[in-house]
Nanobody
Framework: VQLQASGGGLVQAGDSLRLSCAAS????????????LGWFRQAPGKEREFLGS???????IYADSVKGRFTISRDNARNTVYLQMDSLRPEDTAVYYC?????????????????WGKGTLVTVSS
């Protein structure tokens, strides 16, 4: 299963950014179409942090740290999941990853995710 996150970059505090995560192969697209997808991030020296998840029917859950600022959506026709990030803060600086869950419902349980792909770096300057 191959997932690729993209859309990172350098922004200023208060700016918005939208990340994308796409399946890179037909096999991956079939795998993720009925599964939940999650977004995570990892800052230097810190553990990987759950941000949010979207189930195969579109239900979402978010971590308290990003609730109200980040929005997850998915386009099943494009086999792509998005992370819209608004009101960015310097503490949002991290490498952002997407992953696919073994289950169809949105979940924050790290052990359910089994593919991490390559992350994309987001840097927020003050």
């Amino acid at each position: 299963v191959q997932l690729q996150a993209s859309g990172g970059g350098l922004v200023q505090a208060g700016d918005s950014l939208r990340l994308s995560c796409a399946a890179s192969s037909a096999a991956t697209r079939r795998t993720i179409s009925n599964n939940a997808l999650g977004w995570f991030r990892q800052a230097p020296g810190k553990e990987r942090e759950f941000l949010g998840s979207i189930g195969w029917r579109g239900s979402t859950i978010y971590a308290d740290s990003v609730k109200g600022r980040f929005t997850i959506s998915r386009d099943n026709a494009r086999n792509t999941v998005y992370l819209q990030m608004d009101s960015l803060r310097p503490e949002d600086t991290a490498v952002y990853y997407c992953s696919v869950s073994r289950h169809s419902m949105a979940t924050s349980r790290l052990e359910y995710y089994y593919n991490w792909g390559k992350g994309t770096l987001v840097t927020v300057s003050s």
